[in-house]
């Protein structure tokens, strides 16, 4: 139906930068929203930002003035641009998507595979 692929994790020493890309395919009618989560051992998958379809955005306060996400609209793909990552920042990150089918006037949500992040100190 539909697949979010993420790409761009990796290991960084703190004070780096990394950019996240999630790209969503399948029988998409509509994407109502995209974001980033993390999750580390032990913790619930945390919302990192988000983007609406029209652009508004919302982040994490941990990681305001740091991070900044953004959408290719006509990709259907969402980036998260990562600076002055911190070892805190370390965690699998995963892509979210609220998602129409073409198939269905029900709004489903998607999740990526995950793409882990580790800062070094």
């Known amino acids: 139906q539909v697949q979010l692929v993420e790409s761009g994790g990796g290991l960084v020493q703190a004070g780096g930068s990394l950019r996240l890309s999630c790209a969503a395919s399948?029988?998409?009618?509509?994407?109502?929203?995209m974001g980033w989560y993390r999750q580390t051992p032990g913790k619930q998958r945390e919302l990192v930002a988000a983007i609406t379809s029209g652009g508004n955005t919302n982040y994490a306060d941990s990681v305001k003035g740091r991070f900044s996400i953004s959408r290719d609209n006509a990709k259907n793909t969402v980036y998260l641009q990562m600076d002055s990552l911190e070892p805190e920042d370390t965690a699998v990150y995963y892509c979210?998507?609220?998602?129409?089918?073409?198939?269905?006037?029900?709004?489903?949500?998607?999740w990526g595979q995950g793409t882990q992040v580790t800062v070094s100190s």
């Open positions: 399948g029988i998409i009618f509509s994407i109502n929203a």
């Open positions: 979210n998507a609220k998602i129409t089918l073409m198939t269905s006037r029900y709004e489903y949500t998607y």
